[in-house]
């Protein structure tokens, strides 16, 4: 089933999964504003919650822009919500501000005992570290790219780890795109880390998710063709890209990224159910030229990789 509201857009999305529900988060913002384009800087976090991936219940906003003035005072943006040991939920997001015009791009959290309550943490906003990434009027890229935290626990370091869409400060300024890292012992204090990849064609890697599928580790992100200058495309590509690891952390082999070919779909999400079935979903992007806003029903991950090169056989579930 579609998940669509008939007043608001919606797009990027992240799930969670409580034991009994799944709790879908995902960006939204008023169909009055017209312009498809304005919705970024009304975006607010949504929240909606279902037993089986299919019919949904709308619940309260999960989190919208702070009282200003703030670093998030502006609207906020994609992120991910992580249960902690203790039970509390965590849900990282992006922020962006009105003294900046909303041009840099921040990452902060929010804390819930309950998934439908979220309270904003005492994490200090995590900025791009200028040692390693680009700031905002040192490339030719329109804004700081600081955002689409993606955060999981590695048992080998036993750390909490944080890939984050970012770009280098060094390389062609239109293929500067970069995993950034950030690492955490506690899901509050957060250590900025050399990126986890060097620039290989794209001005951008969005919606980054770094899994394990039947052993096989895989990066998967988003950049939409006009913002890859260095990579051919060789088949028709909605954006998704699909690369092979060693490990969770990498290193990836992102210069054989391929497509990760789902009609229509962005910012598309890998999802495992309870049953141990992985599926994928993400937004409707444009159809015809037409913003749609609405997100897709999850599909077996199997049917979407079958003969893809790397699950040749597809994921076995």
């Not at 089933?1 to 960006?27: C, I, K, Q």
């Not at 919208?64 to 990282?92: E, I, M, Y």
């Not at 280098?168 to 509050?188: I, K």
Request: glycine fraction near 10%; hydrophobic fraction near 40%; aromatic fraction near 12%.
């Amino acid at each position: 089933m579609t998940f669509r509201l008939p007043d608001d857009w919606v797009w990027d999305s992240w799930l969670a999964d409580d034991g009994e529900n799944y709790h879908l988060f995902f960006l939204r913002a008023s169909r009055a504003l017209q312009d498809p384009d304005a919705r970024h800087h009304r975006a607010s976090i949504g929240h909606a919650m279902s037993v089986d991936l299919q019919d949904w219940t709308l619940l309260p906003d999960a989190l919208t822009a702070s009282d200003g003035p703030a670093w998030d005072d502006l609207a906020t943006w994609t992120g991910c919500t992580v249960r902690g040991p203790d039970g509390t939920w965590h849900l990282f997001y992006t922020g962006i501000s009105r003294a900046e015009g909303g041009l840099r791009q921040r990452i902060g959290s929010a804390v819930s005992k309950d998934l439908l309550t979220w309270t904003r943490s005492s994490m200090p906003a995590l900025e791009a570290d200028p040692r390693w990434y680009e700031k905002l009027g040192e490339g030719t890229w329109p804004d700081e790219a600081w955002r689409d935290p993606f955060v999981f626990f590695d048992e080998d370091s036993q750390l909490w780890h944080m890939l984050i869409t970012a770009r280098s400060r060094t390389g062609d300024p239109g293929q500067r795109g970069v995993v950034g890292h950030a690492v955490s012992a506690d899901l509050t204090r957060w250590e900025s880390r050399a990126p986890l990849s060097a620039p290989a064609g794209f001005g951008e890697m969005e919606v980054i998710q770094s899994r394990v599928v039947d052993g096989e580790a895989a990066l998967l992100f988003s950049c939409l063709p006009d913002k890859a200058p260095g990579i051919p495309f060789r088949t028709a590509s909605t954006g998704t890209w699909i690369a092979p690891g060693a490990s969770r952390l990498g290193p990836w082999d992102l210069a054989s990224s391929s497509s990760f070919f789902v009609p229509g779909i962005y910012a598309a999400q890998l999802f495992r159910k309870r049953d141990g079935e992985w599926v994928v979903f993400g937004f409707q992007n444009s159809v015809d030229g037409r913003f749609v806003g609405e997100i897709g029903t999850p599909v077996p991950l199997a049917e979407v990789l079958a003969g893809h090169a790397l699950f040749p056989d597809g994921p076995v579930t």
